[in-house]
């Protein structure tokens, strides 16, 4: 892969670590937040239980999948400080431009990730 590319790639991995990370913390701000059944009941009561465990439950959720891509794009971007960037972990052949287009943090080439998606199910 020539430098313009990985120029492209960086910049682009970047540019969604800094979504990102508003987004998570954006998602964190909210989660600390009290719901709007809350606020209407006040302070000293309690609202619904079910609806609050589920509301932070789906909060924990969307943290925790947002932080793992957070750690996808800082190992690509710490793959192309080493310049491995665009091999595939497994088989080691170049991940196709295309793959890593659509998915800038891809660690695997399509072939091995359907395999690994094959073997996890």
Do not use: W
Not at 29 to 45: F, H, K, N, V
Request: glycine share 6%; hydrophobic share 35%.
């Amino acid at each position: 892969m020539n430098a313009a590319h990985l120029s492209t790639f960086r910049k682009e991995l970047l540019e969604l670590k800094s979504r990102l990370d508003s987004e998570v913390a954006n998602l964190e701000q909210e989660a600390q937040q009290p719901t709007a059944a809350q606020t209407a009941l006040g302070s000293d009561t309690q609202s619904d239980p079910g609806a609050s465990a589920s509301e932070e439950a789906v909060a924990r959720t969307l943290l925790g999948a947002e932080a793992g891509t957070l750690a996808e794009i800082n190992g690509a971007l710490d793959r192309i400080d080493r310049g491995c960037y665009g091999k595939c972990e497994e088989c080691g052949a170049m991940i196709a431009q295309t793959r890593l287009t659509a998915l800038p943090y891809a660690r695997a080439c399509s072939r091995c990730a359907k395999r690994s998606e094959t073997l996890v199910t």
